[in-house]
Nanobody, 120 residues
């Protein structure tokens, strides 16, 4: 069993900040890329930012300069620091991990999602 548990979402005013966390646990052998996606109502899920085990990041143009992704390999945790939030950042944010289980199975795993609402 593998679990990705997200935390840190909520309601914030425009211009505010939030920090999301996602911790992976269970029968983990190796975690490669971890990242964050988001899905707004009526829209497709899109990549926000991801980071390889070695720390190479990839960030969507729409959030570049405002959001930053980081990870702690020892804790199997990925973070998303979101600054200067805008109403259009409102969405459900999902964590994804490309990982290999102790059974030797490599697959993408998703968290349950956390709601971020940016509104005054």
């Amino acid at each position: 069993q593998v679990q990705l548990v997200e935390s840190g979402g909520g309601l914030v005013q425009p211009g505010g900040s939030l920090r999301l966390s996602c911790a992976a646990s269970g029968s983990l052998l190796f975690i490669d890329t971890m990242g964050w996606y988001r899905q707004a109502p009526g829209k497709e899920r899109e990549l926000v930012a991801d980071i390889t085990r070695g720390g190479v990041t990839n960030t969507a143009n729409s959030v570049k300069g405002r959001f930053s992704v980081s990870r702690d390999n020892a804790k199997n945790t990925v973070y998303l620091q979101m600054n200067s939030l805008k109403p259009e950042d409102t969405a459900v944010y999902y964590c994804k991990a490309d990982l290999t289980t102790t059974w030797g199975i490599r697959s993408n795993y998703w968290g349950q999602g956390t709601q971020v609402t940016v509104s005054s």
